[in-house]
């Protein structure tokens, strides 16, 4: 079975930086593309970042293009999120995923952006 563990959140002022990380208990990033999402009480879960097999196709949400990085590094089954310039506007609890996702989504970190 496909677990997903997702860490780094935290409270940070806006404009700051967070890197979080999302790692796999099977290969399964070695097989497809993987990804981030995230959610806000009341919204539905939104995709953020996602990054090819080789690492080498990136696509990004416009709301975050140009501030977040997504990266992975398939021996060690973990994929990341670079956060930087944060806006409050970014405060969710944010998964990683396979691209499409699968159903076996983690329990996400929170990321919240305040003053």
């Known amino acids: 079975q496909v677990r997903l563990a997702e860490s780094g959140g935290g409270l940070v002022q806006p404009g700051g930086s967070l890197r979080l990380s999302c790692v796999a208990s099977?290969?399964?990033?070695?097989?497809?593309?993987g990804g981030w999402f995230r959610q806000t009480p009341g919204k539905e879960r939104e995709f953020v970042a996602q990054?090819?097999?080789?690492?080498?196709?990136?696509h990004y949400a416009d709301s975050v293009k140009g501030r977040f990085n997504i990266s992975r590094n398939n021996a060690e089954d973990t994929i990341y999120l670079q956060m930087d310039n944060l806006r409050p506007e970014d405060t969710a609890v944010y998964y990683c995923?396979?691209?499409?996702?699968?159903?076996?989504w983690g329990q996400g970190v929170q990321v919240t952006v305040s003053s």
């Open positions: 995923n396979t691209n499409p996702p699968g159903n076996f």
């Open positions: 099977t290969n399964i990033f070695d097989i497809h593309a």
């Open positions: 990054i090819s097999r080789n690492g080498l196709s990136l």
